[in-house]
């Protein structure tokens, strides 16, 4: 990737407009895997064309599947069936996916052959025990780099269903394990600290495969297969929220959000800016794949400061980047605990979130858990993305409401999760420019 900074100033007219980002990350991870091992050909709409989501394609195809692109944000996937994945003498490149890499570690440990996990800078240096510690308990032979990737998944192993209670609310390490109780005998049980994202859970159902699910449980046995089907990704809230924000602190400012996914497990952040003072109203809300859908509307309003609270952290926990920039120009203190699971991200968020705000004048105090951030007026500096796509992101808009520009180191990893951020920024108002 070619080195890319960002420089983003305070826009001449309020935000104004429409805009349509893209499709959910989460959701295309997904449904690439179970089109793959489903009996049959699926198509996949609304597919995110993101870094993340083409590696994941690229590993599959690597494994044997055969995948086309009919258009952009299309997808074509002829599953090979739950046991038709062919082994790949070449190591199977995850990028800077966390998702690809653990629910692929999932679906690998049930194949009859050896796999290899590799990925970039970033991802190298994420938790991998997370996962590989239940699934050894469900006979798995992975090996790691004292807990981090590469991965060496040995096949061949029988797996069996384990009952899990996970440490940590993580929707990766409950979808890795589901995906490898596919393969094993008898029952897989995962229960979660505080519910998570259940796209796994309801694309299993899609696509045919008997498992009883509500929000902290999930229970699947082995045995079963997975019919193809077709998966329409809705816009990924993650992506809106960077919209959501930047509406609410630029004055005069009213955007629309169409079609966005409103899966409950992912709209914390929504919760946390009406909590605020934000003005945030959903439209025209229906089901689109079993997933509700709506289209969002965000208008200018004072932000003031909370003690956010920790039952929403996992409904957010990519949000928080985009919440610290809205939290320092808030009016008086935010207070955010119970998220320490922002350190093991792309980057540790919390540290380069403060970091940065800190270069551009913020009050902010790190905890190991959190931060407690003092609104105020951000002045303009030089900060580093540390190769994040969400921190690049959240300090764009900084630069909307700082006193000067705000340069962003390195912003190229914004494609992993967010292709054509800038254009569709600048088409609503932003000041962002590529520097070099
Ligand atoms: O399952 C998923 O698709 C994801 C789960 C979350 O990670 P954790 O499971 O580590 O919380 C989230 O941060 C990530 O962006 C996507
Ligand atoms: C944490 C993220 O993704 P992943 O874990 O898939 O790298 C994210 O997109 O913010």
Redesign the pocket.
């Known amino acids: 990737m070619n080195r890319l900074d960002w420089s983003s100033s305070r826009p001449r007219r309020p935000l104004h407009g429409s805009v349509r980002v893209p499709g959910d990350?989460?959701?295309s991870?997904?449904a690439l895997m179970l089109a793959a091992i489903a009996d049959g050909e699926s198509r996949i709409r609304g597919f995110l064309e993101g870094e993340d989501t083409r590696a994941t394609a690229a590993v599959l195809a690597q494994l044997g599947v055969r995948i086309e692109t009919p258009s952009a944000g299309e997808r074509v996937v002829h599953g090979v069936g739950l046991h038709g994945l062919r082994g790949s003498s070449q190591s199977l490149d995850c990028g800077n996916a966390?998702?690809g890499m653990?629910?692929l570690t999932g679906l690998l440990a049930g194949q009859a052959f050896d796999s290899s996990l590799i990925g970039d800078a970033s991802l190298s240096k994420r938790p991998m025990r997370?996962v590989t510690d239940p699934l050894a308990l469900m006979g798995a032979r992975i090996d790691t780099r004292d807990g981090l990737p590469p991965l060496q998944v040995h096949g061949g192993q029988p797996l069996h269903g384990i009952r899990y209670e996970l440490p940590?609310?993580?929707?990766?390490?409950?979808?890795a394990l589901l995906l490898a109780g596919l393969y094993g005998v008898g029952e897989t049980e995962i229960i979660e600290p505080h519910p998570?994202?259940d796209?796994?859970e309801r694309m299993l159902a899609a696509f045919g495969w008997p498992i009883a699910f509500e929000p902290g449980r999930a229970k699947l046995e082995g045995g079963h297969a997975l019919r193809a089907t077709d998966v329409n990704v809705p816009a990924d809230f993650?992506s809106a929220a960077f919209f959501l924000v930047a509406a609410s602190i630029v004055p005069g400012s009213e955007l629309r959000l169409p079609a966005v996914g409103l899966n409950p497990r992912r709209t914390g952040l929504l919760h946390a800016l009406r909590l605020m003072g934000a003005d945030i109203t959903i439209e025209h809300e229906c089901a689109s794949g079993g997933e509700p859908v709506g289209d969002l509307l965000v208008r200018h309003a004072p932000l003031h400061g909370v003690e956010l609270p920790e039952s929403l952290v996992?409904d957010m926990?990519?949000e928080f980047p985009a919440l610290f920039i809205a939290a320092s120009v808030a009016g008086g203190r935010t207070v955010i605990r119970g998220a320490a699971?922002l350190r093991?991200?792309e980057s540790d968020r919390i540290a380069t979130m403060a970091t940065g705000l800190r270069t551009l004048g913020a009050a902010i105090e790190e905890t190991p858990d959190g931060a407690i951030i003092h609104g105020g007026q951000l002045g303009s500096g030089s900060v580093e993305s540390h190769l994040d796509h969400r921190i690049a992101m959240s300090f764009a808009l900084a630069g909307l409401v700082a006193s000067g520009p705000v340069r962003i180191d390195d912003c190229s990893h914004v494609a992993t999760?967010f292709p054509g951020f800038l254009e569709l920024a600048n088409g609503c108002g932003f000041a962002l420019q590529s520097v070099s």
């Open positions: 990350k989460s959701v991870h997904r966390g998702t653990r629910l997370r940590v609310a993580s929707a990766q390490v409950k979808s998570t994202r796209y796994t993650s996992p926990i990519d699971e093991v991200k999760s």
